[in-house]
């Protein structure tokens, strides 16, 4: 089965024959391994640089939440899940950003039942207190904000204090929250939303008084729009403030404001701008979930750490999406790749020659039946277009018009990638065209050569014509369905020649009344 042999795929591959240099392939959309082929569980938390305590060199160490059902998703990921189960806040330490070594639960499952009922937890980080030598660790807690402290960045992490937000910002609790460490001056901040409505977001240095770990002050630097997955990186010394819409576990754009003081005034005042290279597939179908400078020989590099929730379920493979962002002055530039290099003592990084290049190509983005009135309002599908010659015009609230995606079934899942696809259909006859134009990026070069663009389809009979087609340089190469098909078939069109960096992709689609088709899994990869 197609997603079972994509679960045995390891993120962690060198490609050190690349380059003299030792360069280390990123993959999205597949489940992470430790270098010695464990499972990777991180979700909502962070990376920061510490020093090892047996060297005293300098490395990451990235925590987040281990949740059970993040465990049942990876061994069948055709089911979705509707609880989450806390296990243990991981850790996981690496040099170089790729290769990840587990250093163990640094907060356990019966720890944290010791101290209490069975409660949320997650959205953490952790900060270095030198005036203590001791590391904090922030955690939401159920209503609360925890805090726990250890000598040692591999812990054990125990309780410090349990601290209600209600005196700073009018809830015991705090929306979405991440730590955020300057790096140029070692202090660290937590980084959250108002507690109801998630409104407003703050910045709270992280500090100590009479022994006591806690937020030093409280700075209000966002109100207007509803956020979450709040964030912070830094960038050549100006302070960007990141977050998603309040999807619940759905992705989302990502957002962002620029000052250039940590506690603002962030710009444009109270008006979250949508990040540059997101919206034709919402972030590689992600919520916000940390970032991470570069600060390398060559160049600084920033590296867009979205998590991917969604019951644990659906949204493509994988919780973890990193990609590079690039910069046109102070205007980020998020670059949605599915598999890329990155050099990190350099900074330096480039796109893969196994990239899939199609956008949204599992139609995930969307978390509606589209067109749909609810948000996000939209009458087409996140990065395709949808034309229709004969038939039922497309439109928001039409009492006729179609629905351009489907919602597949457990069983459509046990041979396709998560909960949605493309959906061909009309209760009339109709003539129809869905296309996506791919063309290079300002940052990402689709370079002129052979491509293969594949997909997966499920058919009725019913059809004059059903075809995918691949168009290029006023060339163009076409797959033709000659039959239905009951169960998801692949289909492939080799040797597309793609010049001027540009290529269009789609289906076309003839077919009488009620007669369907369901496509998923759209690629396009350079041969």
Request: glycine share 8%.
């Amino acid at each position: 089965m197609m997603v079972r042999c994509l679960l045995l795929l390891c993120v962690i591959t060198s490609t050190a024959s690349l380059t003299k240099a030792q360069m280390w392939n990123i993959k999205n959309d597949v489940f992470w391994n430790t270098q010695d082929g464990q499972p990777i569980y991180s979700q909502g938390g962070g990376v920061f640089k510490f020093a090892d305590p047996n060297s005293s060199k300098f490395k990451y160490y990235w925590y987040g939440v281990h949740y059970k059902e993040a465990e049942y998703y990876r061994d069948s990921s055709y089911k979705t899940q509707t609880t989450n189960t806390f296990e243990s806040v991981t850790c996981y330490s690496s040099d170089d950003l790729v290769n990840w070594k587990f250093e163990g639960d640094v907060v356990t499952k019966a720890y944290m039942n010791g101290l209490d009922t069975a409660m949320w937890v997650g959205r953490l980080g952790v900060a270095y207190l030198l005036s203590l030598n001791q590391y904090a660790m922030f955690v939401q807690h159920g209503g609360k904000v925890l805090i726990l402290v250890a000598d040692s960045p591999l812990g054990p992490f125990t309780r410090h204090q349990e601290i209600s937000m209600e005196s700073m910002i009018g809830t015991s609790n705090t929306g979405d929250q991440t730590v955020f460490t300057d790096e140029d001056d070692g202090k660290s901040y937590l980084v959250y939303s108002y507690g109801r409505g998630r409104n407003r977001i703050y910045v709270s240095e992280i500090g100590s008084k009479n022994g006591k770990i806690g937020l030093m002050d409280c700075t209000q630097v966002f109100q207007g729009e509803s956020r979450e997955g709040n964030c912070m990186f830094k960038y050549e010394g100006r302070y960007y403030m990141c977050a998603s819409n309040i999807y619940g576990w759905d992705a989302s754009y990502a957002y962002y404001l620029v000052a250039d003081n940590i506690r603002g005034p962030y710009l444009p005042a109270n008006d979250m701008q949508v990040m540059n290279g997101c919206s034709d597939d919402f972030a590689h179908v992600t919520q916000t979930g940390f970032f991470y400078t570069i600060k390398g020989s060559n160049r600084e590099t920033v590296v867009y750490c979205g998590d991917r929730w969604a019951d644990f379920a659906g949204n493509g493979l994988g919780y973890n999406q990193w990609m590079p962002i690039s910069f046109a002055g102070t205007n980020p530039y998020l670059n949605s790749v599915s598999s890329w290099h990155l050099e990190e003592p350099t900074g330096l990084w480039k796109v893969a020659d196994d990239n899939n290049y199609i956008k949204n190509g599992s139609f995930e983005a969307d978390r509606n039946a589209i067109p749909s009135s609810v948000k996000p309002a939209q009458e087409q599908l996140t990065g395709w277009a949808t034309v229709v010659t004969e038939g039922n015009h497309v439109e928001v609230n039409g009492p006729n018009s179609p629905v351009l995606n489907y919602f597949n079934t457990e069983s459509d899942r046990k041979q396709v990638i998560g909960e949605k696809s493309l959906n061909i259909s009309d209760k009339v006859n109709f003539q129809r065209k869905v296309s996506q134009i791919v063309a290079s990026s300002p940052y990402v070069a689709l370079r002129d050569g052979k491509y293969v663009l594949t997909a997966h389809v499920k058919n009725s009979a019913g059809f004059s014509n059903l075809e995918m087609y691949a168009t290029s340089g006023g060339k163009q190469l076409s797959y033709r369905v000659e039959k239905a098909n009951d169960n998801w078939q692949t289909i492939e069109i080799r040797d597309i020649t793609v010049s001027g960096g540009k290529v269009e992709v789609g289906f076309l689609a003839t077919g009488e009344a009620n007669a369907f088709c369901n496509i998923d899994d759209v690629s396009l990869v350079r041969m």
